[in-house]
């Protein structure tokens, strides 16, 4: 195979099911081996995403190191992609948009049921956390947004083998779902 | 054991080296390290970098939402955090584990099988056998499962086949892989189809006999590097998790043991509505995961793990036969009455993916799963606390409700946090054993990785777990001034730059 299409993914404020669903394309995976190259991924040992085609970004932005992550892709792939409910509107994480930064940090660490030594976690080993979840077209320009919580390995298979064939991506009615 | 690791006694002139994952996908943990002169490690942390606020924002929601909404915890285990959440507001409406429908019952069981089926293959093949199978130090071109598909196709392809079942089983239980809608308060929301049943059932066989395969590779690769499987990352600890009322190994609901290092009993059989009686989290201030202890052994001593190797250790017997066979040749491997290896909880973890598979056929033959009544129901109460072994480990889920039904407080233990302090320990050693006073080298990265991943730690419980830390090293001197930076090349390189 000639030119393989490089592919590089990345959880941000995630819960990991978008690339759960990714991992569903089971034995489909064998076949994808041989058209596309996994760049960094949570599949391969790659730590900076370089010169890819294709981006695939679960997960809204929720701190400091996550906005740093997305630029990255931005800047070294050809076509981002927003991937499942929190990268396209933040998702369930953004639940705690609506309550104070400080509120949240108190229950967990302060005032929870059985909690010893209560105290917020500080250190300079941190990365910051944004006072809002964002979705991930606040922060750079997307290119394509696949819906679903998570979408399901179909959509994955069809988007992908859509763009390697030089089509333009199209979802069939049945492969949207926004759950 | 290596605690005295945790905080250098005197921070001033020590060079500072931090392990971090900021470029892995789901890398929102990191190690640091403290330095002396000798390059003699003075402290070893593992930082939790990520937090969410959960327990806060589910408050003001109705109960009846939290199966779905908690489940976003977590993508590789959303069906143990469903249940957990699902066993708590079973009490919320009156309902006790001892008079949930037998076919109910029956039902989040298979359904759990499916979830630890699917995520210890998970883990085993898709994110550790590329290190078990080429070695710890090898080309990085070479750690993930496409070149495990490649080299060794029959197993990386059964790997991607096991998870694959345990999926199904999720879906024909749940309606989707990744968090569909099962359970509710006091029963579920529908049976199993003759359909579903007998597709199942099809292939349950040879999932058996894979899994059986599997236990036979670990076991194969753990004697094959002795004895540094037993040395490496290896701590002695105390041990977690459920148990059924015999005493045998339990996943889905039970009481709790915990044993110490020489394996005496600490506690046996405990209600786990009263863990609050049993254990505490204290706060540090370097990380976001909490640390949980045994009350009754306090602070220093009562830290203990959770998961496959403390439930394979904890139980009496296994109540499949040829997990429990497993099991025995497990136990004889060690001389002493508890395994500690760490790299041992690989070897447990493909066990129980094997008791998963037995247990399965044997529902799967239940008619039970059929029919029958789905939902009991009961007198309002006002708190609730589910607790299940998820793939990671014990996991707590605890709420109360107003008299409205909506969310007043919650408290989520989940599995990884467990692990905290283990995992801790687990740095310290390979930090204090295998790395002081040497060098910074990229086997170096790549031990500290093994240690922590053997674990199949779930940090922020979601963002963990498939795959491999790309590493970036970098060596700063008490200034702040970078002296030294290693960093691992897409094709595998190791460069100084
Ligand atoms: S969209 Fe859903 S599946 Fe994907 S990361 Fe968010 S919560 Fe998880």
Redesign the pocket.
């Known amino acids: 195979m000639a030119n393989k299409i490089r592919v590089a993914t990345t959880s941000l404020a995630?819960?990991?099911?978008?690339h759960m669903s990714f991992l569903d394309l089971d034995e489909r995976l064998v076949a994808l081996a041989e058209l596309v190259e996994f760049d960094r991924s949570p599949i391969t040992d790659i730590e900076h995403a370089s010169n890819c085609d294709i981006g695939l970004i679960?997960?809204g932005v929720c701190n400091s190191e996550n906005v740093h992550t997305l630029r990255e892709f931005r800047k070294n792939c050809k076509i981002l992609v927003a991937v499942?409910?929190?990268a396209i509107n933040g998702?369930?994480p953004a639940m705690r948009n609506f309550i104070p930064l400080e509120e949240c940090l108190n229950e967990a660490y302060l005032d929870g049921i059985g909690v010893e030594n209560p105290q917020i976690p500080s250190d300079v080993e941190l990365p910051l956390l944004l006072d809002k979840v964002r979705p991930i077209h606040e922060v750079v320009k997307i290119d394509y947004y696949l819906p679903g919580?998570?979408p399901s390995a179909d959509v994955f298979w069809k988007f992908l083998t859509d763009l390697l064939e030089g089509r333009e991506p199209e979802l069939d009615y049945e492969l949207v779902h926004y759950d | 054991m290596y605690e005295h690791l945790e905080t250098a006694p005197n921070r001033d002139n020590l060079k500072r080296v931090v392990v971090d994952p900021v470029s892995r996908v789901e890398g929102h943990g990191k190690v640091s390290l403290l330095l002396d002169e000798n390059n003699k490690v003075q402290q070893a942390r593992l930082h939790i970098v990520e937090f969410r606020g959960f327990e806060r924002f589910i408050q003001g929601r109705p109960y009846w939402e939290l199966p779905v909404l908690v489940q976003?915890l977590c993508?590789i285990c959303p069906v143990s955090h469903h249940l957990a959440a699902a066993k708590a507001i079973d009490q919320l409406v009156g309902v006790d584990p001892e008079n949930l429908p037998v076919s109910a019952d029956k039902l989040r069981r298979l359904l759990h099988f499916g979830q630890v089926l699917q995520s210890h293959a998970l883990h085993f093949f898709h994110l550790s056998s590329p290190d078990l199978l080429f070695g710890f130090e090898s080309d990085i071109g070479k750690r993930n499962i496409i070149a495990v598909l490649a080299d060794y196709p029959d197993i990386g392809v059964q790997g991607v086949k096991m998870r694959k079942y345990g999926q199904e089983v999720i879906r024909m239980v749940s309606g989707k892989r990744?968090?569909g809608t099962g359970a509710i308060a006091g029963g579920m929301n529908k049976a199993l189809s003759k359909e579903e049943r007998d597709y199942l059932l099809a292939d349950i066989d040879q999932i058996i006999q894979w899994a059986v395969d599997s236990v036979a590779l670990i076991k194969k690769v753990h004697c094959a590097n002795l004895p540094y499987y037993d040395d490496f990352a290896t701590i002695r600890s105390n041990y977690l998790g459920l148990v059924k009322p015999d005493g045998a190994l339990e996943l889905y609901h039970g009481g709790i043991r915990a044993k110490n290092a020489a394996g005496g009993t600490i506690t046996d059989h405990f209600d786990y509505c009263r863990y609050n009686d049993l254990i505490h989290e204290e706060v540090r201030s370097w990380t976001y995961m909490k640390f949980p202890y045994l009350l009754s052994l306090g602070k220093e001593e009562g830290w203990y793990r959770v998961g496959p190797l403390a439930r394979v250790n904890n139980c009496d017997y296994i109540n499949t036969p040829l997990a429990e066979a497993a099991r025995m040749e497990f136990k004889a491997h060690s001389p002493e009455a508890m395994v500690h290896s760490t790299l041992a909880f690989h070897w447990a973890r493909l066990i129980e993916l094997l008791h998963c598979a037995e247990s399965i056929k044997g529902l799967l033959h239940d008619a039970d799963l059929l029919g029958g009544e789905l939902v009991a129901h009961g007198e309002k109460r006002y708190e609730g606390i589910g607790v299940i072994e998820a793939p990671r480990g014990t996991l707590f889920h605890h709420y109360q409700v107003d008299e409205n039904d909506i969310v007043t407080k919650a408290n989520l233990i989940v599995s990884t946090t467990s692990n905290n302090m283990g995992m801790n320990e687990s740095v310290r050693q390979v930090a204090a054993e295998y790395l002081s006073g040497r060098e910074l080298t990229e086997p170096l990265l790549n031990n500290l990785e093994v240690a922590i991943r053997a674990y199949d730690p779930c940090l922020s419980c979601a963002t963990h777990a498939v795959g491999k830390m790309p590493l970036q090293l970098e060596l700063i001197d008490a200034g702040g001034a970078l002296i030294d930076k290693l960093v691992k090349h897409g094709n595998g390189d190791i460069e100084r730059v």
């Open positions: 995630g819960c990991f099911g978008c679960e997960g499942g409910a929190c998702g369930l919580c998570p | 976003r993508g990744v968090h």
